[in-house]
Every structure is written in C-alpha cells, then in structure tokens.
C-alpha cells in the first residue's frame, strides 16, 4: 500500500525506516487548536463501551475537545455494570454525557465502537443499521474486519469507516496523557487507517482523533494490516510469549538451585526493570553490547538457542491469525465464558515469589541476567522477522514488537505481575495469552534448554543477523520521536 498520505490541517512527515519512506503525524498539546477544524462537521463523539479503551479514549478526547463546540458521550447497555464507573468519571445522564448505547449510535457524528471484539461479532449489524448516513464509524483494532471477512460482510456503502489503534493498553492511554499535562507529546504512539471514505474527511477525522488521545507520533496501516500484527503481537512478545518465558526461566533457574527470590529477580525483574529501560531508550543491540565478555557468550548461547522455539510458534500464530482461526477462537470462547469464565494468571508458585520481591525492591540492584536477555530478545527478533516476511510496515514491525511492549505493558508486569498487565488489556488479548504463553514456556524449555544442556550445535547464523538486523536502525529514528517522559505507575 502507498504510505504517503496527505492532510490539509495536519502537518506530515517523511521519515526513512530503514530503507522505507513512511510519513507520519507528530503529536502535542499544540496541536489541540486544529481539533475544531479536523472535527468542523461533528458534534457528537459518540464512544460505545468502557471496557480497555473505552475509559481512556472517553475522557483523553473529552479533556483534548474542552472549550469547544464537540460533546462526547458514553453509550452503555441498560443495567451495564459499567455505569457507576463512567458516571464515576463524570460521565452522566444528568450532564448530557451517558445514554443508552443504540440511542447514543442513532444521534453521533462519529461513533467509536470500543466494546469486546466478541460482543462487535454479535452486533456490529445493529450498529451498522442505526449509523446516520454521512456518519464515521471509528475502531481501534481491525478485529470486526477480519471477523467479517470469515462472514463475506460488507462495511454500509454510506458512512466512513476509520481505524485509529493506540500502540498501548487502555490504563496507558491515560496514564500517559496525564503525564502529558506537564511534558508536551507525552502519550502512546498510535496507528490509523481509512478503510472506507465517502466525503473526502476521513482521514482528517482519524488524524484529529489520534492527536486528541495524546499519540506522540501516528503512523498509517490498513486495518487489515493492523489486525494481523495486533492479535499476533500481544500473542506473542507483548503478552503471551514473555509471560511463557518468564515462567520458563524461573523454573530453570530454581532448578539450577537458585533462591526462589534470585530465580524470580534474574528472570521476570531482569526483563522488566533494566532489559526494558536499555531497549527502550537505547534498542535492542544496546543489552547485548553493554555485557562484559563473559555475559555477551552467555547471551550469544541463550539467543541462538531461543530463536527457532519461539520463531516456529510465532508463525503459527501470525498463520491462525491471517487465516481467521484465531479471531473464530475468540469469538467461540466467548460463547463459553457463561460454563467457564476466564481463569486466573497469577496463582502459581512464580507470581507468589514476586509479590515478595517487589517489596522489597531497589531499582538500582535489579541484574540484568545475560541468559535471560538472550532468551528476550531472540524471542522479540524472531517476532520482528515473522511480520518483515509478510510484509509489515517497519513502523507497525517496531511498534507492535519492541516499543508498546517496553513503554506500555512491561512496566505493568514490573509494577504488579503478569496478571496486572495482562488483565488490563482486552478480552481478546487477554485470551490470546493465556493460549499461547503456555506454547512458548514449552518450545523453549523442550528445544531451546534442551540444546544448550546436551551441547547441541546451536544456529549462530540467527546471531549474525541480529548484529546487522534493519531492527536497530528502524528503533534509533522511532527513539528520536519518543515522548521524554517514561510511564509513572502508582497506587
């Protein structure tokens, strides 16, 4: 697809990523006064669900709007459990700002459609059918495309549709545009795409409402695009993938004879605390480059053995996603939550052992183990190179893999456990790691510990590649145009 889209109100950019041309929206609180005009033709925002998004979005555009002549308003089912919380938020029918969730559809210039991608499969024709003609319809995530691509369903031929998907979880969304009130850009960084534009503003419209959620910078994709690498990515490194490797890490560690408290400090603290921070602000290279000889072999030994393990799952999981497998799961699983609701996370031995870590944390005395770092990256690499093969754009690649899950969710887990990040994003999220981390605690122990422990010849030429990876490039210009501020979290 062409990535040179144009806005008559937004400035754009070009910026080269590794070798590709992208151009982008930077955003700021400076850039609120062109709000009025991205958003001349609405006077209602409706935002439908307060589920992940839903609460963030709400209040972020309803701040980024004050003073002007667009309302936002809450759409919720009658007896919704949700109600106190947004009439919480100052959302209410008394104020004008909360109503029933078809009602509010019926009257809204712009509806973002933020309930669970489950209950969008079961609705989304009701929805369809209550849209004003000349409407934009608003998602932040490509699941209702691909769920009705497996039904031959059509968008209806008279609205706009738009997509404009934060590269976060919901809590992070605000929480960093609260932190935004105080460093200019502050945010989470955000995709968009216009699948369907019938008066020539949708992408003004989708551009508006990226800049009023705070993002830093918006990048362009498909929602086609977007719904791959978004279902695969929290399966994967973001979710899934790094709770499996912690939960195999800290096995092997005890088992080596390790201290419960050191195997959970080498393992889920190591990831979350310094191998973050140093990929975050620095990239990828940086945690091997910054090991002593000793700690680079150790590292070397620990990538090679975890590239292939956590790679073969990887495309398994981008192939169930591309296919609708994965998006028919979901929806299936929510038909089953009535006779087994979503289990708990955060029960085994591992997650114990943390809370007792975390209270008794410094910051500064966190190690940064070298084997772990190995298993982490490799396993981030790996995901990187499954969405470079089919196709990705660098800047969704870079997003999806490395920044949302070393600037949004990783600081969640460090903050208070696997559960903690994990429960707090969406129902399919939430589905796709409790699937998948298993598979990953799997081949990795099977394979990639097996190989070490019996001497096997390891694939060093997944090592080589990572030295002169087009990755590091891409994250060096993506750290240029990061927000200053790091995520703050509190009780």
Not at 96 to 110: C, F
Not at 273 to 291: D, H
Not at 384 to 399: F, K, P, T
Request: aromatic share 8%; net charge negative.
């Amino acid at each position: 697809m062409s990535r040179d889209f144009s806005s008559s109100i937004f400035e754009t950019e070009t910026i080269n990523l590794s070798g590709t041309q992208e151009r982008i929206v930077r955003g700021g609180r400076d850039l609120f006064d062109k709000l009025p005009e991205a958003f001349k033709d609405l006077k209602q925002i409706g935002v439908i669900g307060w589920g992940s998004q839903g609460p963030a979005q709400a209040q972020n555009l309803r701040d980024s709007l004050e003073g002007t002549d667009v309302k936002v308003k809450i759409g919720l089912r009658p007896g919704s459990a949700s109600v106190e919380d947004a009439e919480a938020a100052g959302f209410t029918e008394g104020n004008g700002t909360l109503g029933e969730m078809y009602q509010v559809i019926t009257e809204s210039d712009l509806v973002l459609f933020l309930i669970s991608d489950a209950a969008q499969a079961e609705n989304y024709q009701a929805v369809f059918d209550r849209l004003k003609p000349g409407a934009t319809l608003g998602l932040s995530h490509g699941f209702l495309l691909g769920h009705m691509n497996t039904q031959g369903a059509k968008w209806p031929d008279n609205v706009n549709v738009i997509a404009v998907c934060p590269k976060g979880m919901g809590p992070s969304v605000r929480r960093l545009y609260e932190q935004g009130k105080e460093v200019n850009g502050a945010g989470i960084n955000a995709s968009f795409a216009v699948e369907q534009d019938v008066d020539g503003k949708a992408t003004d419209i989708a551009l508006g409402w990226s800049v009023a959620l705070g993002a830093p910078f918006t990048f362009q994709t498909t929602m086609e695009d977007e719904y791959k690498s978004d279902i695969y990515g929290e399966r994967g490194i973001l979710l899934g993938a790094v709770h499996g490797i912690v939960e195999s890490l800290y096995r092997r560690f005890t088992f080596q004879g390790m201290s419960e408290e050191d195997a959970f400090n080498e393992s889920c603290e190591s990831i979350t605390g310094p191998i973050s921070s140093i990929i975050s602000k620095q990239g990828i290279l940086a945690v091997y480059e910054g090991l002593d000889d000793a700690g680079k072999a150790e590292f070397k030994k620990a990538y090679c053995a975890a590239y292939h393990p956590a790679a073969e799952v990887l495309l398994e999981i981008y192939d169930e996603v591309a296919s609708g497998n994965e998006i028919n799961s979901v929806v299936m699983a929510g038909k089953r939550f009535e006779k087994y609701p979503m289990g708990e996370i955060d029960g085994t031995r591992t997650w114990e052992v943390g809370k007792a870590v975390r209270a008794k944390r410094v910051e500064g005395e966190i190690p940064l183990n070298a084997f772990t770092a190995g298993v982490y990256c490799a396993t981030m690499v790996a995901q990187c190179d499954v969405l470079a093969d089919n196709g990705h754009a660098w800047s969704e690649i870079a997003n999806e893999s490395v920044i949302e899950a070393v600037d949004s969710l990783n600081p969640y887990m460090h903050f208070k456990g696997v559960s903690y990040m994990i429960d707090n994003c969406s129902t399919t999220a939430r589905l796709g790691a409790r699937k998948w981390a298993p598979r990953f605690d799997y081949m990795i122990t099977q394979i990639g510990y097996v190989a070490i422990d019996n001497g096997s010849d390891l694939d060093e030429k997944v090592f080589d590649a990572l030295l002169t990876h087009d990755i590091h490039p891409v994250l060096k210009t993506c750290a240029e145009l990061r927000p200053s501020v790091d995520i703050s979290l509190s009780e």
